[in-house]
Nanobody, 115 residues
């Protein structure tokens, strides 16, 4: 069973930074594309950033230039460095991995950007 556990969320002022982490177990982590999604209550879950097994990355237009996704295959961790945060970045952030057509999600970590 794949298990994903996010951490690092919290309250930050506009313009501030946070680094999210996701610890993975139960999968051959280095072989899989892994993603960060976010969701505001009442809205659909939104893809934020993706990193594949070759460390190639893609970002939502709304976070390009501000967020950086990375991975450590030895520690089986996924990271999201978020800089110049804006109030509209406030959401629950989820780690995601798909294996054999099955989607696995963490429970999420809340990021609140507010003064």
């Amino acid at each position: 069973q794949v298990r994903l556990v996010e951490s690092g969320g919290g309250l930050v002022q506009p313009g501030g930074s946070l680094r999210l982490s996701c610890s993975a177990s139960g999968a051959n982590f280095r072989l899989h594309t892994v993603d960060w999604y976010r969701q505001v209550p009442g809205n659909e879950r939104e893809l934020v950033a993706t990193i594949n097994s070759d460390h190639e990355t893609n970002y939502a237009d709304s976070v390009k230039g501000r967020f950086t996704v990375s991975r450590d295959n030895v520690r089986r961790n996924l990271y999201l460095q978020m800089n110049n945060l804006r109030p509209e970045d406030t959401a629950v952030y989820y780690c995601h991995l798909r294996r054999a057509g099955v989607d696995f999600w963490g429970k999420g970590t809340l990021v609140t950007v507010s003064s």
